[in-house]
């Protein structure tokens, strides 16, 4: 039995899990909710919080797996990408473990990672299949060959999906994290009510800066116009008023939007490489809206659909202990000297 301790703390939530023979046992993650009253996370108070969290967690994690570190075969963590403090916080608590216990130390891409939890059920995706990852800093088409053989085949060229969801809630005046309160407020909307521009990208990379901005010229303008001219600029009561009384048609509208771009792309990828086994991952893999588009179409194109437990979608050591757990299987091991691995992009 090959048992993998896991650790993820690439923004900020704190998390540990254990992974037996590709099995999950537990995945314990601690939130912090300071953030909020800042409508982001503040990197300084991230890595604070990592550091308070990181014992009790993992500890945690062992308890509710029944395992001790003793019974650990590798240390797992997240080495990039994410905010350079959260990361050390995790890094350096794993490669300590290593070398106290002598267990092998496994790096693990968080991105990777996200693809990969989709092979935490029981029903899996067969290779090769395609992943649509989506978060708030990455927008990504991955055509996956195996656990270990991963090819970006389209990307964000600007902005990431998620941002797009984070930007167009703090215009709405939505508290943070706004995202999901607009996936939220679309089910009670119309997504036919406003047309939002769709971006000219050619192969399978995603544009969505030009989105962002024809929404804030769109709130801007009270409804009345994407384009900035000062005849459709409207007063802040105006403006007030116009997102009160159609929050919800205005929240479906644009989720419908960033939906179809993604999905579109998706689809192209699909037919162009004859994939049918389609899967969605990362932060806005929770988004409902996404979660019920990718399987209509997946029933409309006679595709097989997997779509990660809501755990197993936002950050989690639970993806990065599976693929920590493919990467001991496949000898990719790292050592002590290994850069204190922290990097922001990856």
Request: net charge neutral.
């Amino acid at each position: 039995m090959i048992a993998i301790l896991a650790i993820e703390s690439s923004c900020d939530e704190t998390s540990a899990s254990i992974c037996c023979d590709g099995k999950i046992l537990s995945n314990e993650i601690a939130t912090q909710s300071m953030h909020a009253q800042y409508g982001g996370v503040v990197p300084e108070l991230a890595s604070r919080a990592h550091i308070q969290n990181i014992v009790p967690v993992v500890d945690t994690a062992l308890q509710k797996a029944g395992k001790s570190l003793d019974e650990i075969d590798a240390i797992a963590f997240t080495q990039a990408p994410g905010l350079i403090g959260s990361l050390l916080v995790g890094g350096q608590f794993a490669k300590s473990l290593s070398l106290a216990l002598d267990k092998p130390l496994i790096a693990v891409n968080h991105m990777q990672a996200h693809v990969l939890a989709n092979l935490i059920p029981e029903h899996k995706p067969s290779f090769p299949f395609l992943c649509l990852t989506v978060s708030g800093g990455h927008t990504q088409i991955v055509k996956c060959e195996s656990p270990v053989k991963l090819q970006i085949i389209g990307q964000t060229i600007d902005d990431a999906a998620g941002e797009a969801f984070d930007k167009a809630a703090k215009l709405l005046g939505l508290p943070y994290p706004g995202g999901p309160l607009i996936d939220k407020y679309s089910t009670e909307g119309n997504p036919l009510r406003f047309q939002f521009p769709e971006p000219k990208i050619p192969g399978y990379n995603f544009s969505f800066s030009g989105l962002k901005t024809a929404i804030l010229y769109f709130l801007m303008n009270a409804g009345k116009s994407q384009i900035y001219k000062a005849e459709f600029a409207a007063t802040e009561e105006e403006k007030k008023s116009f997102i009160e009384n159609n929050l919800a048609d205005i929240c479906a509208s644009i989720q419908q939007r960033i939906i179809t771009i993604l999905l579109k792309k998706l689809t192209k990828a699909a037919k162009d490489l004859n994939i049918k086994d389609l899967c969605i991952a990362g932060g806005v893999s929770a988004n409902k809206g996404l979660r019920k588009a990718i399987t209509a179409a997946g029933v409309q194109n006679n595709w097989n659909t997997f779509i990660p437990d809501f755990q197993y979608c936002t950050d989690n050591a639970g993806m990065i202990a599976i693929t920590g757990y493919y990467k001991y299987l496949a000898g990719e091991f790292s050592d002590l000297t290994i850069q204190s691995a922290a990097r922001a992009r990856w």
